[in-house]
């Protein structure tokens, strides 16, 4: 098969018009639920193949039938056609190279099959010289270990993400720290004998009386002798030592678990001391717990974000307060009175348990019936593949007694390992999801249920992701009424479930696949 495969893409570029075939394929879920469009897909592709003048001669679109169909026939006709007519082909252009199968396995048989018939796969909408996907696919037989790395690379990463998120620091610990660890084994930032002096070092910047080399020459006399003016610089910037974390790729300041060696109080006046400005006001942390609502909610007359903040009475008694700054907009309103309105707007999402019971049930038997229909559809494709096997034995068989010739045999192979691809990848796409449908379902209605009372018990974190949660495009206020223009899907959806359902799934209800 090899031989008979032996003009390479590079060598047919050279002698002629290069000649392109495209592969669009969609599920029914992601054109319903995504907006995935075959008729887009098709445009991307020939607008691909125009840009790289490439002629386009056929295209096969696979149509995302009902969810659970996983046929793939159209693939199985590309590869019957390609097989047929590589000699005139020299591109296959697909929209994303996840199109042509989900499984590793399934796109090493598929690049490999048609790099043998000297046609190169291209995606019209990744590069292929950047991404993890598109060097897998240049190098698919010899990179699987680099691709292996990739990916438990990523999981560090994410990893990492995860745990900054959480407030625990994931590099090297800063001077005056050390890594101890916890009762649940998890490594944490704890102060070391040389956390005195770094304090001692922020004490003395917080003055504004010492310039850094004297604050330097100060700490040296006292025994700091691994202080220089780029580390002091460095102390002095850095928020972890007020319990803060700082990265780039997450736009606020995160609270930290460790314990911290100065007050959030001391690290802005010292940032406000090294950037020249006379510190009279402490930095702000625009993220205060005391006011979890600010920033989200916005205006009804104006459309500006509410902010938050403490007013002093004449008593001297603190009060906390909730307003719109905008000039000639005169909205203020009690912390307690605007967070007490939220909550009871929390609790007019939370449906009657008779409506959540039918929601359960359909939510429950929609899962069951796709695991049923994916196990059947399971046991057939390895039925047929068993007879696809048993078929490619006895073509051996008639090779070998000389009752076909070695030509013919070839041919029919060929047939037989486009149809053993397409069957492989149906089979991969059955694949069950070992999820616990039961035990989702129920913390799903646990949370829609306590929606208010979660909230209210919530840090502001979790305050704040319940907010976008239910509001993704935030809320209005007045003084009195919320509003808002939408609220998030799944809790639409259940508000407005009807009394009475004819357990029918609605559509974009089904699991994904």
């Known amino acids: 098969?090899?031989?008979?495969?032996?003009?390479?893409?590079?060598?047919?570029?050279?002698?002629?018009?290069?000649?392109?075939?495209?592969?669009?394929?969609?599920?029914?879920?992601?054109?319903?639920?995504l907006g995935f469009s075959l008729a887009a897909q098709e445009k991307v592709c020939r607008d691909y193949a125009e840009r790289n003048s490439f002629q386009v001669v056929k295209v096969f679109i696979e149509h995302g039938e009902s969810a659970k169909s996983i046929k793939r026939t159209q693939l199985n006709n590309l590869l019957e056609y390609a097989s047929k007519n590589f000699h005139n082909i020299d591109v296959l252009i697909v929209y994303k190279l996840d199109r042509l199968a989900r499984n590793m396995v399934d796109y090493t048989n598929l690049i490999q099959n048609f790099g043998q018939m000297g046609i190169d796969v291209k995606s019209a909408t990744e590069n292929l010289d950047e991404t993890s996907t598109g060097k897998l696919m240049k190098n698919i037989i010899a990179s699987f270990a680099q691709f292996e790395n990739d990916v438990k690379s990523e999981r560090t990463i994410n990893g990492m993400r995860q745990a900054i998120k959480e407030g625990r620091w994931c590099w090297c610990a800063p001077l005056g720290y050390r890594f101890s660890r916890e009762q649940s084994k998890r490594p944490i930032l704890v102060p070391n004998n040389d956390s005195e002096l770094v304090k001692e070092a922020f004490k003395l910047a917080e003055k504004g009386l010492y310039k850094q080399t004297e604050i330097i020459e100060l700490l040296r006399s006292k025994g700091f002798k691994k202080i220089n003016k780029q580390r002091m610089n460095c102390i002095l910037r850095n928020a972890l030592y007020a319990g803060m974390i700082k990265v780039d790729w997450y736009p606020e300041m995160i609270d930290a678990v460790h314990e911290p060696l100065i007050s959030k109080e001391t690290f802005y006046t010292v940032q406000m001391i090294l950037d020249g400005k006379k510190p009279t006001i402490q930095g702000k942390i625009k993220n205060n717990p005391d006011f979890p609502l600010r920033n989200f909610v916005v205006c009804e007359k104006c459309g500006s974000p509410l902010t938050g903040a403490w007013s002093r009475g004449r008593a001297g008694k603190r009060y906390a307060y909730y307003r719109c700054q905008t000039k000639g907009c005169h909205l203020n309103v009690k912390k307690q009175t605007m967070e007490n309105d939220f909550f009871e707007y929390l609790k007019s999402f939370q449906p009657k348990p008779e409506i959540l019971d039918l929601f359960?049930?359909?939510?429950?038997?929609?899962?069951?019936?796709?695991q049923k229909d994916k196990a059947e559809d399971q046991i057939r494709l390895e039925q047929e593949l068993d007879l696809i096997k048993e078929k490619k034995a006895k073509l051996l068989d008639l090779m070998l007694d000389e009752t076909i010739s070695a030509e013919e045999y070839k041919e029919k192979t060929r047939e037989i390992e486009n149809r053993t691809i397409v069957k492989k990848v149906e089979l991969h796409e059955t694949s069950t999801d070992l999820y616990d449908i039961e035990a989702y379902v129920k913390f799903c209605r646990f949370f829609i249920e306590n929606l208010s009372n979660l909230w209210a018990s919530a840090n502001l974190e979790l305050k704040q992701r319940f907010q976008n949660l239910v509001f993704p495009e935030g809320i209005k206020y007045d003084g009195r009424l919320y509003r808002t223009s939408q609220v998030s899907a799944i809790f639409e959806f259940v508000k407005n479930f009807p009394q009475k359902y004819d357990l029918a799934p609605p559509v974009g209800l089904e699991p994904t696949t």
């Open 360 to 370: 359960e049930e359909i939510i429950t038997d929609v899962w069951e019936t796709r």
């Open 1 to 33: 098969m090899n031989g008979q495969f032996n003009n390479s893409f590079s060598e047919k570029a050279g002698l002629k018009e290069l000649k392109a075939i495209i592969y669009c394929r969609v599920s029914t879920t992601e054109q319903a639920v």
